[in-house]
């Protein structure tokens, strides 16, 4: 495994900075549709119905398109914006020390041998705020784990494998649930229109995966990933307290209110949601779905959470005695952001080109005819399920877009030969989120490895795939096989969520 890693990291580091990866594909994915687009292929789109057909990039009418959109390219692609609002709020709060306290106290009350589960559990859960487990967990995972004298990588690491690697793992709803439940019903009526799926069909799966990903997250962080990466020598110039044992009475009292405030602020969003008719919620009542308003203020809410309890610490604590400061601590938080949005906006232009070519549904519609054609045992078929996800996810890195192109095939087929939508659903979840945290076209894989160089100026890509590796191959085996186990013990995937479809 050392050996492996070793050389997945040389590799890795030897290639250029992300943003020129970006550059480089970008030019690599124009010039072959150009190739590509000149071949008649008979790969069919289960959504248009029409033969997969690849637009060449460098075509007048194309090149003027990408030229005169590449403004709201760049602007309109989402992890911009929800990186950098959540860093508004965040950054004040650390820069009050509303945050630095909590983790005092947090750390206090906290033994140091749970440490790393608590930052994995936490990371999973995060994922009812949507993304905001990139810009708020992660970084949190490399102060907490600094404070108690650990590699900060380390922190990264376990935060990236619960925010990322475990992301079909639930404690509660999200509105990922009700995403891939309308993909997956519309596809199972196109064998079965009387079929319907619940949005919570894999939430016990879900839950049972929560506890199964900690620990095993836990395994590989402290056996495996912590002991490579303490090798690294910490030479950022990330300003870092080291005193995390001790706080002052002005600062206790400071975090107590700016704490009242948040809980009050929490407990007043949750009234304004509750009522059925709340304006929150979406037109069918629902609060979890992304129609929803509440769901589609998350980022907001969570920039809202973090800035008014962290003005009101600055305040009381005696950090911040001015309006100035508070902008101060704004300023500082988006001039440490310079390198993500310059690689930013080479992969929103990278993804928008990939996408426009249609190489990326050729690529995943042709691996899913093969499976396909293999005519494989309910068991082996679930495992190639979960691999050719893993592989498309490569390629293709949103969830809805994958499923959004896979479900209208392998749905279908797999009620063909008994088995439901909700585990072929539960499958496709599994190979998503165990592949999250290798591949470089991830939208958030460039801020993570900027997380990485602000206390190891020499990260590159291939460190933070090294360092990821084994969790991604770990969590692979072993989520596999737990939904196995968990399909013939006969444990409830969801709610209404049977495991095989009766063949008619």
């Known amino acids: 495994m050392t050996g492996f890693l070793n050389a997945v990291e040389k590799a890795g580091n ?20 150009a ?96 993304d905001a487990g990139y810009v708020l967990v992660i970084p949190l995972g490399a102060i907490i784990f600094m404070s108690v004298g ?16 475990g992301f079909a793992a639930n404690m509660v709803p999200t509105g990922n649930d009700a995403l891939l439940q ?18 919570l069909c894999n939430l016990f799966f879900g839950i049972g995966s929560t506890v199964m990903i900690t620990l095993v997250g836990w395994w590989v962080t402290e056996r495996i990933v912590e002991p490579r990466v303490s090798k690294l020598e910490i030479d950022g110039d990330y300003q870092h307290n080291e005193d995390m044992s001790s706080y002052s009475v002005q600062e206790s009292r400071g975090f107590k209110v700016a704490g009242l405030v948040m809980i009050l602020g929490l407990a007043g969003l949750a009234a304004l ?36 309890p962290g003005i009101v610490y600055g305040f009381v604590a005696g950090t911040f005695s001015s309006g100035k400061d508070v902008i101060n601590a704004m300023n500082e938080s988006m001039s440490k952001m310079g390198s993500y949005m310059v690689m930013a906006f080479f992969c ?30 309910g068991e082996a078929t679930i495992i190639g399920m979960i691999l050719l996800t893993a592989m498309v996810n490569i390629l293709i890195g949103s969830a809805s877009a994958k499923w959004a192109l896979l479900s209208p095939i392998m749905v279908p087929m797999l009620m063909a ?57 770990i969590f692979f085996t072993c989520w596999s096989i737990f939904l196995l186990v968990w399909w013939a013990l006969g444990l409830p995937l969801g709610v209404n969520a049977p495991y095989t479809y009766p063949i008619q």
Request: with cysteine.
């Open 14 to 33: 030897k290639l250029p900075e992300p943003a020129l990866i970006f550059f480089y594909f970008l030019l690599v994915v124009m010039a072959l549709s």
């Open 35 to 130: 190739v590509l687009s000149t071949v008649d292929f008979d790969v069919i789109n289960p959504v248009t119905h029409e033969a997969v057909k690849i637009n060449n990039l460098l075509s007048p009418q194309a090149l003027t398109v990408t030229i005169s959109s590449m403004v709201t390219t760049f602007t309109s692609f989402a992890p911009l914006g929800i990186v950098l609002v959540a860093m508004l709020g965040v950054g004040v709060a650390e820069s009050s020390g509303f945050i630095n306290t909590g983790l005092k106290k947090m750390l206090r009350v906290t033994p140091k041998k749970l440490l790393t589960p608590m930052i994995i559990f936490v990371a999973m859960f995060s994922h009812v705020a949507a």
């Open 150 to 165: 650990r590699h900060p990588l380390a922190g990264i690491a376990a935060a990236f494998a619960g925010v990322s690697g």
């Open 182 to 199: 309308g993909f997956t019903q519309t596809a199972a009526q196109l064998l079965d229109n009387t079929y319907t799926v619940n949005t």
């Open 273 to 308: 949601a509750w009522p059925e008719t709340s304006l929150l919620r979406a037109s069918d009542g629902s609060l979890t779905s992304y129609g929803a308003p509440i769901m589609k203020s998350i980022v907001p809410l969570i920039f809202l959470i973090f800035i008014i």
């Open 348 to 377: 929103a232009m990278f993804i928008k080109a990939f996408g426009d070519s249609n190489i990326g549904t050729l690529v995943a519609l042709a691996g899913a005819d093969v499976l396909k054609t293999m005519a494989l045992p």
């Open 417 to 473: 030969v008994g088995i439901s939508p909700e585990l072929t659903q539960a499958a496709f979840r599994v190979g998503d989120s165990t592949t999250n945290i290798i591949t470089p076209l991830m939208v958030f894989f460039p801020l993570v490895v900027v997380y990485c160089q602000r206390y190891v100026k020499s990260t590159g890509v291939g460190t933070l795939v090294s360092m990821m590796m084994p969790y991604s191959v």
